[in-house]
């Protein structure tokens, strides 16, 4: 039989994103690829799926960063991969607000304001409520619509938000972005199967 692994993707990769990333990864008994870290990314999306494979703990979680850079950086071409890999299940991806407004920006399933709130907005790198609905501006968010994902939430700066995410606060904002991930992967589990009316 096939091994496969449960996995988180995370579009920020920068000394923020890796130390919240770790803390939230060992609260939720996960494991963070601290390799993926980098801006922009280094590893290539074979080599991080071969690291993701070593690993025994579940979800894993793996970081993607374009560095600013316009259309399909490194950190996209890298997460294209690992997305599509038959021994891959994403179970969900944080996409992470940057400055790029209005040149790289990808829809949303809901996003999470640094107040901890749930909105159909966007958000901006600050945490806070912005103007497009159903869609965030972003760093390594650019190919995210072209690949078929369970859900995705939105996000301001990982590990920052005015400190509201930091480690020292317990990185709340984070937290509640991989609970309502995972909360949806047990939902969809626990739906498969069942006859569902739409009537």
């Known amino acids: ?31 963070s690829i601290l390799q993926s870290q980098g801006n922009p990314t280094i590893l290539t999306g074979h080599e991080l799926v071969e690291l993701i494979l070593q690993t025994p703990y579940d979800p894993v979680f793996v970081m993607f960063d374009d560095c600013g850079l316009l259309g399909e950086g490194a950190g996209e071409t890298a997460l294209k991969y690992v997305a599509t890999h038959t021994q891959i299940e994403v179970l969900g991806v944080i996409a992470v607000a940057s400055k790029t407004h209005a ?72 937290m509640k972005a991989v609970q309502l991930i995972l909360e949806r992967s047990e939902k969809h589990e626990s739906d498969k199967g069942k006859n569902i009316d739409f009537t």
Request: glycine share 12%.
């Open 1 to 31: 039989m096939t091994k496969t692994r449960r996995v988180i993707l995370v579009t920020d990769g920068d000394e923020y994103a890796a130390k919240t990333i770790q803390y939230v990864a060992d609260k939720f008994g996960g494991r």
């Open 103 to 174: 040149t790289e920006w990808a829809k949303v399933d809901v996003s999470i304001d640094r107040f901890g709130d749930l909105t159909e907005y966007g958000v901006d790198k600050s945490g806070l409520k912005d103007v497009e609905l159903g869609r965030i501006s972003g760093d390594t968010v650019y190919c995210l619509d072209e690949l078929e994902l369970p859900i995705i939430v939105g996000i301001g700066d990982i590990g920052k938000m005015a400190r509201k995410d930091s480690v020292k606060n317990g990185c709340p904002i984070t």
